[in-house]
């Protein structure tokens, strides 16, 4: 795996993204972390030439880009929510924002994208995808207060895993 000097580096960045979201104090600097880490996973997944590999990077990227959207524009809610007391209901914000985490991290019943998407990627690639990439999204969610709608994914993500 650690064949090229770019593999090393992208690998590097990617347990930096991963750190900066852990570790941020702010949903900005998370959604920021995420970023880093979706945009260093993205020329690992793409390293062979074979056609798969490449329709499976722009699949993670295209889901990517519309939960990371979504998540600045939560993020943006929430800053205003902040200013503007109270007019914007805090736990729709707080349910959107755990359901593009959801997606970012391909659990149930937002996983559409992560099984076309395993097909493509080498055994190293999935790997990473499965564990890695799944760190930052789960930190970020244990931090939301929505216990009920966390346990409804959970059941539905077992109940998907044993089909």
């Keep these: 795996m650690f064949n090229n000097s770019s593999k090393i580096l992208f690998i590097t960045m990617m347990i930096i993204g991963t750190l900066i979201t852990v ?3 702010s949903w900005l600097g998370a959604w920021m972390g995420l970023e880093i880490n979706l945009l260093s996973f993205i020329p690992l997944m793409s390293d062979s030439n074979n056609l ?26 929430l800053m205003l929510k902040n200013n503007f007391n109270n007019e914007i209901n805090e736990s729709f914000i ?28 080498t055994w190293m690639n999935a790997l990473l995808l499965m564990t890695w990439q799944k760190i930052a999204p789960l930190m970020l969610i ?22």
């Design 23 to 25: 570790t941020s104090n």
């Design 52 to 77: 798969k590999s490449t329709e499976a990077s722009l699949k993670y990227f295209l889901t990517q880009a519309l939960a990371s959207t979504v998540l600045l524009f939560t993020v943006i809610l």
């Design 94 to 121: 707080t349910m959107v924002l755990l359901s593009t985490l959801l997606l970012k991290s391909g659990a149930a019943p937002f996983h559409f994208w992560f099984p076309n998407l395993m097909e493509g990627l």
């Design 142 to 163: 244990s931090y939301l207060n929505l216990k009920n709608l966390l346990l409804i994914s959970t059941f539905l993500s077992v109940i998907v895993g044993a089909i």
